[in-house]
Structures are given as structure tokens and as C-alpha cells.
């Protein structure tokens, strides 16, 4: 299994949907259009990710909650952010930063990180698609 980040269009997401819309994946989808700022992407992942840390936690503290998701029970993991062309357009380094902090730790965690750093860990598929 590898854990990706996809480009796709918004044509593409019905077939998405499709094939991972089921008990076992939880399925977060996110309006690009709406994150403007680390603080709204962080609040958006904390709600819908039910993470268990407050709008005021840290970097550090989201990317060890988005390793864990234990409380979720689920096999797979799916982040739909639709309209990716205006999420954090005013600021191209947030963005950077939050897409270098899927594609350096928390997919690789979820690929294979898991099994050797948490007692009885399993890899889990976690998928991030980007929608323009």
C-alpha cells in the first residue's frame, strides 16, 4: 500500500467516493476555499478529524494527534481538500509547509513508520487527494 498525495479533478471524485465511502475509511472533506489562514486548516482537521487537542495546540502537537487516530476505529484514512488552487492562496508558505507535513510525516507514518514506533501498530492506507 502506498500512501499518496493525488491531484485529481472534480469529475474524478464520484469514482473517489465510490471506492472509498464505507465503514472502514473515515472520509474527511475539506473546501480549500474556506482555509485562509494555518489556524482556520488547524480548527477545520481538529473538528473533522476529532481530534483531541484545543484550537490553541501547536504544530507539533497536530501532527502527533494526525499519527494516532485511534479514537476513530477505522482501517483507512481519506483528506478530500476541494478547490486546492484557493486553499491558503495568500499564503504560500502555510500551504507548503502543511503539504511537506503529509508527504514527510504523517503518510509515511500511516505507510510503515507505524508498525516499528507503536506497540501492535498497523499500517493503514491514508490518502490525500487535491482537488483544483
Sequence with gaps: MKNTIHKITIKDIKE???????DYTHYVKIDG?????????????????????GPDGNANEYLDWMRDLSWLKKR???LVICNYDEFLSENSIE?????NDFSEYILPFWES???QVVVDGVAKSFQLYLID
Design 95 to 99: 500551504k507548503k509547509n502543511i503539504m
Design 76 to 78: 483507512s484514512y481519506v
Design 33 to 53: 476555499s474556506k482555509i485562509d489562514s494555518w489556524q482556520t486548516f488547524k480548527e477545520d482537521m481538529i473538528r473533522k478529524f476529532k481530534l483531541p487537542m
Design 113 to 115: 513508520e507505524v508498525e
Design 16 to 22: 473517489i467516493e465510490y471506492k472509498e465511502l464505507n
